[in-house]
């Protein structure tokens, strides 16, 4: 299958300061991609979708200035965790995909720690 | 968003078949059927995916029922490393995003 990788793999924060996140699809290009977040023992819940070049559309109770999503090219899409606090803790997960009627290919993951 | 509902947990023996069901009665007529399994600490991983007809390939098999109200993903003969959460999932194509809603799956125990 298709990669999607994702940068960090894990990352350590403090209290206040903002952290950013990289997906890139490595061998096709993405016109949609998807950011989740994933607390321990549940499920994935969809933070955004983005398409690339235009504003990303962000889930119900989803605060997009406190998560800044970029998706500058085909193949890497960006989320900015701003002001990061202890319950901003997660494992934050990326998908892309290269049409609608394609399927998703999911990043590794990246779970962050804000201390 | 279109709804699935899978059962909370399975086990199964190492070497056996497993069936996997889901149940998806507000289907639309566009709805892709997708499945993804999960392991600890991973981003989930591509099973299958289908629309009407049942499919196959080198890691499952979809068996999608006539009236697309339900599926069910077949593993052939699981092994320890099948062991995961397997989630089916509807692209939901009612924004125009067709955006994927994850439920709550199905954690398979493999039994050795």
């Known amino acids: 299958g298709a990669v999607v990788s994702q940068h960090p793999s894990r990352v350590i924060c403090k209290s206040g300061t903002s952290v950013k996140i990289e997906c890139r699809s490595l061998?096709?290009?993405?016109?949609?991609m998807f950011w989740y977040r994933q607390f321990p023992k549940q499920s994935l819940m969809l933070m955004a979708t983005?398409?690339?070049?235009?504003?990303?559309?962000?889930e119900q109770g989803v605060e997009k200035d406190k998560f800044l999503i970029n998706h500058a090219s085909l193949t890497l899409s960006t989320l900015t965790v701003t002001s990061a606090h202890p319950e901003d803790s997660s494992f934050y997960i990326c998908?892309?995909?290269?049409?609608?009627?394609?399927?998703?290919?999911f990043g590794q993951g990246t779970r962050l720690t804000v201390v | 968003d279109a709804k699935t509902t899978q059962p909370n947990s399975m086990e199964s023996n190492e070497e056996e078949p497993v069936h996997l069901p889901c149940n998806h009665s507000?289907?639309?007529?566009?709805?892709?059927i997708h499945w993804y399994r999960q392991l600890p600490s991973q981003g989930p991983e591509y099973v299958i995916h289908?629309?009407?007809s049942n499919v196959n390939n080198r890691m499952a098999s979809l068996a999608i029922a006539e009236d697309r109200k339900s599926s069910t993903l077949i593993l052939h003969r699981a092994t320890l490393r099948d062991a995961a959460v397997y989630y089916c999932?509807?692209?939901?194509?009612?924004?125009?995003?067709?955006?994927?809603?994850f439920g709550t799956g199905t954690r398979l125990k493999v039994l050795a």
């Open positions: 998908s892309a995909r290269k049409t609608a009627n394609t399927e998703a290919f």
């Open positions: 061998d096709f290009q993405a016109t949609t």
């Open positions: 983005s398409n690339e070049g235009s504003k990303a559309t962000y």
């Open positions: 507000t289907i639309s007529g566009t709805d892709y």
């Open positions: 289908g629309l009407t």
């Open positions: 999932i509807l692209r939901d194509g009612t924004s125009g995003t067709y955006k994927y809603i």
